[in-house]
């Protein structure tokens, strides 16, 4: 182990959060710094990493519980410490990591809310009425295709194939802070996939070509398709407020923009398709995802798995008995 007498915790922890930051998110990783800042170098950072034990960090989440911190918020914290001090034991700065068992369990995640076909055709349809917008038909493919928010607002039109009725989710757009945006690849390889366009998702697109291509000389699509009337991105703030005033005017539930994906997938198994089918719409990285997220929302599809499955040994059981009356009348003709 290296030693080092003079290295404190507060240090320790930007440099690690500097050599993270290429393999993370702009987002994440601002997210990670803010929690530093906030909670982690005003509890532990002028103490020597050396020093640190567990019973520091244990008597810090017990009073923050108790002074009501949230219990996800806590959770977060400690466990990015304890990623952190990962770090410090391979590069043997610590013999051993003392936030290793400080971390509180995970709460459970809220259930998210959706909206029913209803009241997401409802919502489509006052859009259209009220507004005819940009926002109209960016929520109308959202809805659609279950993209999430920062695919839909960085989809480029040399990513659109209208004659082929499919586009390919190539880059995703994140506002750092609610600030400065920044366009990049997308978080996993199995987001990076074409996605098949329906009859309505084709219309808004159609009518978001026509506006562009009438606004530009040449008649050519290019950049981005949702954008601001300048042509610069839209913000993802900016497009959520407008999501519940809108929502609100039809006294709808309260929901973010990723909830939209969300509602597409309940809509999407509400309606039978199979689970299998779902995963690979939404481009999970793998089914297990689709089942820790939806699996409550398949209450209706087990019911009728059992019931086939009783009714598939019943029909069984029918045919054994069936070959075994045969056989006895066989036996007792012979006989």
Known sequence: MYEDRTLRVGLFLYEWLEAKRAALAPNTWAGYRACIERDLVPAFGGMLLIDLRPKHIDAWVSTQLAAGRGP???????????NALNHAVRTWRLRYNPAKHSVPAKPRAAVR?????????????????HYADRLTDLFEVMLGTGMRRGEILALHWSDVHLMDRQLYIRWTLTAVNNGKIH???????????????????????????????????DGRLEG???TRPDGEPLRPQWVLDQ????????????????????????????????????????????????VDLYGHLLKDSADEAVKALASALDQADARRGNVSREAGSTVRLAA
């Open 72 to 82: 996800t918020t806590v959770h977060h914290a400690v466990a990015m410490l304890r």
């Open 113 to 129: 809310v959706c909206w029913t076909p209803d009241q997401a055709a409802a919502f489509l349809r006052h859009n259209a009425e």
């Open 183 to 217: 366009l990049g690849e997308p978080k996993t390889e199995a987001s990076r996939a074409w996605v098949s366009l329906s009859a309505r998702v084709m219309a808004a697109l159609h009518r978001q070509a026509d506006l562009q291509m009438a606004a530009h000389p």
């Open 224 to 226: 981005l398709v949702f």
């Open 243 to 290: 999501l519940r005033k809108r929502s609100a005017e039809l006294d709808l539930p309260k929901i973010g923009l990723h909830d939209l994906r969300h509602t597409a997938a309940s809509i999407m198994i509400a309606a039978g398709i199979p689970l299998a089918v779902v995963s690979k719409t939404l481009r999970h990285a793998n089914l297990a995802i689709t």
